[in-house]
Structures are given as structure tokens and as C-alpha cells.
């Protein structure tokens, strides 16, 4: 069974442009989780989804960021316009009811460098 | 201020020793994980503890939650090359909206 995808793997852009991040979870997972980690700090909440319900968004940092997850399948998180303090690696996980009770998965990143 | 301080940040060790890394916070937990990431991956769950006091093992590695549900530590015994990686703490507290919050992580180096 396929795990966690996200694409691209790495993505270097300019300020001010926009970047479209893509997770696609493992299949059957209705619960989607985006996290990010900046430079030498902890990996930190972003939001949650439950199918395409956008369950907790508490952890987006403004809003120039924006997650979907049309059809309750794979999710997108945009940021438009990034920022320099963006740049970090951004985490997908699934999991296939509430945590802890079950596992999350984790994709392996996305590292978004702003330049 | 992390809401999980994980201490030693970095730890370089032979192999065949014995080592153990230590997550603390002044908030109480209801469970607390313990992952370990490799370079290009995503972290991987290694444990989920959810009772004070409660011990876990795998193979060589024990992890144990405080009685207190505020902390906990993993030991390693007798290091191999292959347990070389970032372990990473997280747990969920109602004190942070029971959303999964990291530790910084310890990175380990078992020298063969």
C-alpha cells in the first residue's frame, strides 16, 4: 500500500511568488494534517482536515496561506505571496480516524525555500 | 518558548553504549509519542505512552511516561550504527487544543 505523497519534493521560488503544495494521503484516510518546520525550530501544527471539512486551521500562520481538499481526497496548501520566513519544510500526515487512537503517517516533506 | 524541550540536542556516541534522551514540559499530556525521522523522510512513530508511569519496550529501546504525565525519556541499550537518525517527542495536551506538538528533536550519532 502506497504512503504519504507530497509534491514537489523541493521547491525554490522568489519572494512574492506563489506556490501550490500538494499531499496525497493514504488512501482510505479520512483525517489530513498539514505541519511545518522552519529552520531549527520544532515541527509545528498548521491545520486538519476531516474529509474536506477543514476541522482545526488554528496553526495557519496568515492568510496568505491556503489549504483545500476538494472531494475529501488529496490537499493543497498555497501560499500566496510567500514570504522569506516561509521557507521551511512542510509536512503532510493521514491518519484513518482521530489521533492518538490511531497512527499518523507523515509524507516525506516538502522543502520550500523563498528567496 | 517550546511547549516540549527535548534535551540532549545532539548526541554522538560508540557503538555498544548505552544513551538516553529526556522531553520535558510544564503542561500535562495525555499521551506523548516518540518518532524517529531519517534524512528525505517524514518522522515514523516508534510509541505512544498514555499512562503515568507506563514503560514500553522495543528490542533495545524503553521509553517511559512520567508519572506525572509531563515528561518523558527514551534509553537506548547497546547503540547500533543503524539507530542513527532524529528522534523526535510530540505529544497531545487540552492545554494546546489536543493538537500534536513537537519537541525540537535530538540528533543521534552512533559511531561504529
Known amino acids: 500500500e502506497a504512503g504519504v505523497t507530497q509534491f514537489p519534493s523541493h521547491s525554490v521560488i522568489e519572494k512574492g511568488q506563489t506556490v501550490t503544495l500538494r499531499c496525497d494521503p493514504i488512501?482510505?484516510?479520512?483525517?489530513l494534517y498539514w505541519y511545518r518546520r522552519v529552520m531549527g525550530k520544532e515541527i509545528k501544527f498548521l491545520l486538519h482536515?476531516?474529509?474536506?471539512?477543514?476541522?482545526?486551521e488554528s496553526g495557519m500562520p496568515n492568510n496568505r496561506f491556503l489549504a483545500e481538499r476538494t472531494g475529501g481526497t488529496y490537499s493543497t496548501l498555497k501560499v500566496q505571496p510567500a514570504e522569506l520566513e516561509d521557507s521551511g519544510v512542510y509536512f503532510c500526515?493521514?491518519?484513518?480516524?482521530?489521533?492518538?487512537?490511531?497512527?499518523?503517517?507523515f509524507g516525506p516533506g516538502t522543502r520550500l525555500t523563498v528567496l | 518558548t517550546q511547549l516540549l524541550e527535548q534535551s540532549p540536542q545532539f548526541l554522538s556516541i560508540q557503538e555498544g553504549e548505552n544513551l538516553t534522551v529526556y522531553c520535558n514540559s510544564s503542561s500535562v499530556f495525555s499521551s506523548l509519542q516518540w518518532y524517529r525521522q531519517e534524512p528525505g523522510e517524514g518522522p515514523v512513530l516508534l510509541v505512544t505512552?498514555?499512562?503515568?508511569?507506563e514503560v514500553k519496550k522495543l528490542k533495545r529501546l524503553t521509553f517511559q511516561f512520567g508519572d506525572a504525565r509531563k515528561d518523558s525519556s527514551l534509553h537506548i541499550t547497546a547503540a547500533q550504527p543503524g539507530d542513527t537518525g532524529l528522534y523526535l517527542c510530540a505529544g497531545f495536551s487540552m492545554e494546546y487544543g489536543n493538537k500534536l506538538v513537537f519537541g525540537a528533536g535530538t540528533i543521534l550519532r552512533v559511531k561504529s
Open positions: 488512501s482510505g484516510h479520512d483525517n
Open positions: 482536515f476531516v474529509k474536506e471539512s477543514k476541522q482545526d
Open positions: 505512552v498514555v499512562t503515568g508511569g
Open positions: 500526515a493521514s491518519s484513518q480516524g482521530r489521533v492518538p487512537i490511531f497512527e499518523q503517517f
